[in-house]
Antibody
Framework: EEQLVESGGGLVQPGGSLRLSCTAS????????MSWVRQAPGKGLEWVAN????????YYVDSVKGRFTVSRDNAKNSLYLQMNSLRAEDTAVYYC???????????WGQGALVTVSS | DVVMTQSPLSLPVTLGQPASISCKSS???????????LNWFQQRPGQSPRRLIY???DRDSGAPDRFSGSGSGTDFTLKISGVEAGDIGVYYC?????????FGQGTKVEIK
């Protein structure tokens, strides 16, 4: 069974840092683009970052550019999101996701809640 | 950025009756490879999103056949042929053609 499990969420003060991890199982992680998508409390979905299979291509939404860094370790079947200079508006559930343009089934984690507050 | 506009934002439905959600994009979603990358996602209460439709009208393997997608260019529609209780939740269109990928605001489907 394909599975994505996020960890590392929590409460952090404005200006602080947090690192999210996502561990994949049940599929060949190294062959897929992977993404982070977030959802503020009671709000809609926002695509945050994308990374290709070997990590040579990374894309970020403007609101996190320069503050967030996506990375992966294919040997550990893991995706990461390093979040620095956190702001209150970064408060959200962060989902690790595999979404293809084609017919491959999508896969989402259960989400990790990040709360930025003093 | 491509703006995705859904309507209605709230959709009260009667069980067994059809339902339809519109999604309009601020620019064409036709990719340079000729495909139109428009997805529809369902998010049930308390759950992660789940894709139902990709490339406008292709249904994901786990999606019931009462869900169908149509449209082209900038105008798209998700139809549910007969709403069931398990269809309650929020539906999002999402464009996968231009970076940054963007979602519509979401349409909340609830029982009338």
């Amino acid at each position: 069974e394909e599975q994505l499990v996020e960890s590392g969420g929590g409460l952090v003060q404005p200006g602080g840092s947090l690192r999210l991890s996502c561990t994949a199982s049940g599929f060949t992680f190294s062959t897929y683009w992977m993404s982070w998508v977030r959802q503020a409390p009671g709000k809609g979905l926002e695509w945050v970052a994308n990374m290709n299979q070997d990590g040579s291509e990374k894309y970020y939404v403007d609101s996190v550019k320069g503050r967030f860094t996506v990375s992966r370790d294919n040997a550990k079947n893991s995706l990461y999101l390093q979040m620095n200079s956190l702001r209150a508006e970064d408060t959200a559930v962060y989902y690790c996701a595999r979404v293809c343009r084609s017919s491959c089934p999508d896969s989402w984690g259960q989400g990790a809640l990040v709360t930025v507050s003093s | 950025d491509v703006v995705m506009t859904q309507s209605p934002l709230s959709l009260p439905v009667t069980l067994g009756q059809p339902a339809s959600i519109s999604c309009k994009s601020s620019q064409s979603l036709v990719h340079s490879d000729g495909n139109t990358y428009l997805n529809w996602f369902q998010q049930r209460p308390g759950q992660s999103p789940r894709r139902l439709i990709y490339k406008v009208s292709d249904r994901d393997s786990g999606a019931p056949d009462r869900f169908s997608g149509s449209g082209s260019g900038t105008d798209f529609t998700l139809k549910i042929s007969g709403v069931e209780a398990g269809d309650i939740g929020v539906y999002y269109c999402m464009q996968f053609t231009h970076w940054p990928y963007t979602f519509g605001q979401g349409t909340k489907v609830e029982i009338k």
